[in-house]
């Protein structure tokens, strides 16, 4: 652990007897997933309240899988939350239902400039800013180098044929019965994944207003994923996997390709629990001979201010500590920062200049998925229609003509 950490951690000790007497209180909605571990943050939170010690803030972590829910169910309640972590999918229904507060005017020109344009995605919608981007994040294509070289594979795929063909030399070799795993449970996290297929094939969510993904470049994306579990080659158990268990299976060693988000790189390459660590690889997702060269997911989340806050601007202050390059700079081991000067920092860079260069890749083609405020509808037609071509219950193309029947558009 960084002295730095440990001194967070020390201050977060020594504050927990004087929290009570604090002026403020805040509260602050995070997911326990990914990204920023629940330590970071109580580090990161330690340091904003050494510095503001009127302000004490209570922190809770859900799984990804209840983050919205969680919010929306407080806002009926009286609101439980100052501050709330949420998707890129979620600002235009958060806009729409007055979930969270319009902070356009509190933006500096020091943030509009110093962050990366792409980030601000994250948290506009309709000309107004909802928040700060938090977690600038893609999903990327882990190799386990090692076993690549056993197999006479000499270089990272390219495109997701070469995937499909890497990964079956692996299977040959007798290395591993399954070489890929991927997070195909029915929940966002599959369709964190399809989007990424469906980016490299050219497809598109919505056409005119009315669903798309079940013809051309979405239906392409399907048919992949699903040849992929026929042909032995993605791990079966993925049709239940969700982002931590394709890092458990990837750094047992039990799997030679795995897509996922940034935070797994240094957990999987350099944790002592890792039985692949030195042996990690990763590069952006393949693309489509003659329609990608790269493919990519928009997996960012920022942080926002619910209406019902009682106090606004405490909740600005600590969003602006949580965003702050030198926080963001001091914990870039699981989640790159938002600034783009920090990618020219050594203390960002050193030790994972793999990473870097697969996000000057990736980064620069994330994929969204559709800004709309029926996205939750949608996401859950996707998910059941993706579950059942996964799971042999349907044609990819029936599953996805059901999906779009039922995605509320």
Partial sequence: MKPTRIAALMAATAL???AAFADTELNALFMAQAAYSEEDIRAMTASFEAANPDVSVTLEFVPYEGLHDKTVL?????????????DVIWPAEYARNGVLVDVSDKITDEMTSGILPGAWTTVDFDGASYGLPWILDTKYLFYNKEMLAEAGVDAPPATWDDL?????KVKDAGL?????????????????????????????FITDGQPAFQTGGGLEALEYMTASIEDGLTNPNS???LEEDVRAVFQNGDAAFALNWTYMYNLANTGEDSAVAGKV????????????????VNGSMGLGITSTSEHPDEAWDYIVHMTSQPVQNAYARLSLPIWASSYSDPAVTEGQEELIEAAGKGLAVMYPRPMTANYQEMSMALQQGIQEALLGMASPAEALEGAAENSGL
Wanted: charged share 15%.
């Fill in 239 to 241: 049709r239940e996997f």
């Fill in 164 to 168: 499909r063909a890497a990964a079956q």
């Fill in 176 to 204: 591993v019965e399954y070489p890929i795993a991927m997070s195909w449970a029915q929940a966002e996290a599959a369709v964190c994944d399809y989007t990424t297929l469906l980016s490299a094939y050219g497809g598109d």
């Fill in 281 to 296: 690889g990763v590069v952006a997702a393949p693309g489509v001979s003659g329609v990608s060269e790269h493919s990519a």
């Fill in 74 to 86: 407080s806002m009926g309640s009286g609101g439980a939350y100052d501050v709330v972590l949420f």
């Fill in 16 to 18: 927990t007897g004087t």
